[in-house]
């Protein structure tokens, strides 16, 4: 399974940034795809997930702000994020559970800026 991740950029505090992530390769109906971040100098952490059947999960930093969908028919996983802080700044990861294996995209940034 390959991820691919678009999206980032750089944006003022308060603005909004929607990331894409496409997966492709060997496909199960039957996983979870998702996000997650890591900024300079901490640990990566969740930001937000949701199963094939539509079921979201999401971290503290991005409950009320952020939003994650999916289109199963694309195989395409975005999040939808609002209100931006400068805190928010950090390389984005797309992540997908399948086959009883992680897999990681390459990771996009998202610089907010104050």
């Known amino acids: 399974v390959q991820l691919q991740a678009s999206g980032g950029g750089l944006v003022q505090a308060g603005g909004s940034l929607r990331l894409s992530c496409a997966a492709s390769?060997?496909?199960?109906?039957?996983?979870?795809m998702g996000w997650y971040r890591q900024a300079p100098g901490k640990e990566r952490e969740l930001v937000a997930t949701i199963t094939n059947t539509g079921a979201a999960n999401y971290g503290s930093s991005a409950k009320g702000r952020f939003t994650i969908s999916r289109d199963n028919t694309k195989n395409t996983v975005y999040l939808q994020m609002n209100s931006l802080q400068p805190e928010d700044t950090a390389v984005y990861y797309c992540w997908r559970y399948s086959d009883y294996s992680n897999y990681w995209g390459q990771g996009t940034l998202v610089t907010v800026s104050s």
């Open positions: 390769g060997k496909i199960d109906i039957r996983n979870i």
